[in-house]
Every structure is written in structure tokens, then in C-alpha cells.
């Protein structure tokens, strides 16, 4: 079954930056677009972007550029995503997802952004 | 970025009853539609992708349909176990705003 686990809940104060990781198993990494979803609590959820692992090619969702980068370590079979520039309302669920169509997600990091 | 405007926002429907979600784009995106489900405190669960094509062991009842810029989601019989947010999404880019479907 394939899996990606994510690393664990963060808090952070406005301006600082976060990066989350999701590491992925029993597929191979560089077969499948990464996908990057976030959700604050009783919110829809929201399309940040998606990353290439094999290529390391990115696509950002025009709310993010300049303060979002994806990136990856294939020998780790690990993405990466990191967001700068933090306020409250960057507090959220971050998910990561395998592919286009999300086949499979990861559990979720909560990132909390409070002075 | 596409915008992607699903309705109702809401619904109410007793067992057994049919299910209509609606999702449309702003521009043509072909059949790169996916729909999910969201239960609380769970990642979302891929229920069609390709706007029509059911994802491996999602139950028949739920069906998809639609190109270019309108769609649809149908559920052919509501169960108790599908209270849960639907949300449409464009392949590899932005979500519907979301439709929280409750039992009556």
C-alpha cells in the first residue's frame, strides 16, 4: 500500500518559515506528481501546487509565488515544501498528495502561526 | 489560476434519495476534474478522477460526469455513510469551494 508520511505539527511565529517533509513508500517517487493542499480549520481546501520529483519541476498557484518552493531528495524518496513569510492566516492543515488526481494523501501537518 | 465555482454549498437529503453536486470552471479544462470526499479530521478520499472514471473500490453509486466547463456529481442513492464535504477539483490545481452534504 502506497504511503506518505509527513513530518510532524509546527508552530511558528509571523514571519518565520516552515518546511514540511513527506516521505513516500512502496511506489517509486520519481513516477508521480507530488501535490501540496493546505485547509484551516472549517475551510475548504486549498491548491498550493505540485512538484515533479523526477524533473524537479514546480507549478505554484499564483497566491503562493514567491514565498512557496518545492523541492525533493529522490534518494530519500522525500518532498519537501516550504512557505515563507508566515501570518495567522497561513495556520492550516498542510497535506501532501500523490499525483494529479490524489490517489493517496499524507496525514496532515498542522502548522500554527502565533506570536 | 482557474477558478472552479461548485453548488450548492449545502445540502439536505433523506436515504435513498439522489445527489446532484454541480462544479464549473471558468475556462475549459477538458475532463481534468477530480471529485473527493472529506470526512472530518480525515485527508480528503479520491472518488472520480478524469470527471468520470470511478477510482478503484469507490462504491458504483457515485458517478461522474461532464468536459469543458460544466460537471456533475451524482450520488444515486444516499447512504448514511456518505455525510461527508464533497469538493471538485481541477487536475493538479484549485478546489470548489466545497459541499457539505447532511442527512434530513
Given at each position: 500500500q502506497v504511503q506518505l508520511v509527513q513530518s510532524g505539527a509546527e508552530v511558528k511565529k509571523p514571519g518565520a518559515s516552515v518546511k514540511v517533509s513527506c516521505k513516500a513508500s512502496r511506489y517509486i517517487f520519481t513516477t508521480s506528481d507530488i501535490n501540496w493542499v493546505r485547509q484551516a480549520t472549517g475551510q475548504g481546501l486549498e491548491w498550493m501546487g505540485w512538484m515533479n520529483p523526477y524533473s524537479g519541476n514546480t507549478g505554484y498557484a499564483q497566491k503562493f509565488q514567491g514565498?512557496?518552493?518545492?523541492?525533493?531528495?529522490?534518494?530519500l524518496s522525500t518532498a519537501y515544501m516550504e512557505l515563507t513569510g508566515l501570518t495567522s492566516e497561513d495556520t492550516a492543515v498542510y497535506y501532501c498528495a500523490r499525483g494529479g488526481p490524489g490517489d493517496y494523501w499524507g496525514q496532515g501537518t498542522l502548522v500554527t502561526v502565533s506570536s | 489560476d482557474i477558478q472552479m465555482t461548485q453548488s450548492p454549498s449545502s445540502l439536505s437529503a433523506s436515504v435513498g434519495d439522489r445527489v446532484t453536486i454541480t462544479?464549473?470552471?471558468?475556462?475549459?479544462?477538458?475532463?481534468?476534474?477530480?471529485?473527493?470526499?472529506?470526512?472530518?479530521?480525515?485527508?480528503?478520499?479520491?472518488?472520480?478522477?478524469?470527471?468520470?472514471?470511478?477510482?478503484?473500490?469507490?462504491?458504483?453509486?457515485?458517478?461522474?460526469?461532464?468536459?469543458?466547463?460544466?460537471?456533475?456529481?451524482?450520488?444515486?442513492?444516499?447512504?448514511?455513510?456518505?455525510?461527508?464535504?464533497?469538493?471538485?477539483?481541477?487536475?493538479?490545481?484549485?478546489?470548489?469551494?466545497?459541499?457539505?452534504?447532511e442527512i434530513k
Open positions: 514565498r512557496l518552493t518545492m523541492t525533493r531528495d529522490t534518494s | 462544479c464549473q470552471a471558468n475556462q475549459d479544462i477538458g475532463n481534468y476534474l477530480n471529485w473527493y470526499q472529506q470526512k472530518p479530521g480525515k485527508a480528503p478520499k479520491l472518488l472520480i478522477y478524469d470527471a468520470s472514471t470511478l477510482e478503484t473500490g469507490v462504491p458504483s453509486r457515485f458517478s461522474g460526469s461532464g468536459s469543458g466547463t460544466h460537471f456533475a456529481f451524482i450520488i444515486s442513492s444516499l447512504q448514511p455513510e456518505d455525510i461527508a464535504t464533497y469538493y471538485c477539483q481541477q487536475y493538479e490545481g484549485t478546489f470548489g469551494g466545497g459541499t457539505k452534504v
